[in-house]
């Protein structure tokens, strides 16, 4: 007699890995699903939509099955298909890179908003990581130029390629530098950026798995998380242009505090600002006599 093989349809599948992602506490089991079997079959989810009687081929299945396996094992989204869109990009991402957020696309567009009509900007992004930030405003600020930073080289790398993806690349420098260690003092730049490492570091064992399989150097902010904005504005005037402005992603409950050392470094005009979710999110600072203070108090709180 012959054995009666399971014919794996897409419908068929996507009902399996839903509940085995569920019973792995996978957040959005059945979008998961979806979208991983839309990158092993190079379909949109409309087409797995209208498709959904289709048998998998071997190789697809083979394919499909590596996927299901590393995100039942927590592993992102992101870094299983090496990829994430942000802005109107898609960027590559790997596991030297922290994943963009939807919320940091907020700081992206402020800056943007901020810059557009001031003629040519130096900026320097400080953790470039995946270069989310730095390529994406590049891609907006067609006279501006960057620099971007970042401790990890194969996170260098990787902004350097997106940069490149997104047709910026001749107007970014790439350098592998602590902070501002290896950074030329001159030109100044007119924008320094940074979504540094900002989870208090007692929060790190509590946090989500799937946030623990990224780069520990990307999240951990020390005792209050506070260190690296510490860092950052104590030698910021080695390098920010005194008209310049600095912007930051912050993380829960840094709002005060980060504006506080703000105002500490000479800035006064300071704006903490909120995410989607009504959370404070960013921080935006200058000097009133610079060529963003009033305009940085403008900003929309959320
Ligand atoms: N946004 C990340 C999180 O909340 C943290 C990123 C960071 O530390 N800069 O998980």
Sequence with gaps: MQEQKTVWTILKILDWTRQYFASKGVENPRLDAEV?????????????????????????????????????????????????GFMDYEFKVTRDTLIPRPETELLVENLIRLNREKGPRRI????????????????????????AVDINP???AV???NAETIGVADRL????????????????????????PYIPEGDLPGLQQEVQKEPRAALDGGKDGLDFYRRILEDIWQ????????????????????????????????????????VERMVFAGKGDSDYGHEILEIKER
Excluded: W
């Excluded at 953790?127 to 600020?141: H, K, N, P, Q, T």
């Excluded at 420098?173 to 540094?196: G, I, T």
């Excluded at 709002?255 to 909120?274: M, Q």
């Design 173 to 196: 420098e790439v350098l592998v530098s602590d902070l501002y260690a290896r950074v030329p003092r001159e030109p100044k730049f007119q924008v320094v950026v940074s979504n540094p």
């Design 124 to 147: 320097l992004d400080l953790g470039c990581g995946s270069g989310a930030i730095i390529d994406s405003l590049l891609g907006g600020l067609p006279e501006a130029t960057g620099m």
């Design 154 to 156: 194969g996170a260098v």
């Design 36 to 84: 991983l079997l839309c990158a092993v079959l190079r379909k949109s989810r409309i087409q797995l939509y209208t498709n959904f009687d289709e048998p998998l081929q071997e190789n697809e299945l083979k394919q499909y099955r590596t996927y299901v396996a590393r995100r039942a094992a927590r592993e992102p989204v992101a870094y299983i298909l090496g990829k994430k």
């Design 239 to 278: 390098v920010l242009d005194p008209r310049g402005m600095v912007a930051f992603e912050i993380g829960i409950h840094e709002g005060e505090p980060v504006a506080e050392l703000c105002r500490k470094a000479g800035f006064d005009c300071v704006k903490v600002c909120r995410d989607y979710g009504d």
């Design 159 to 161: 902004t350097r390629e």
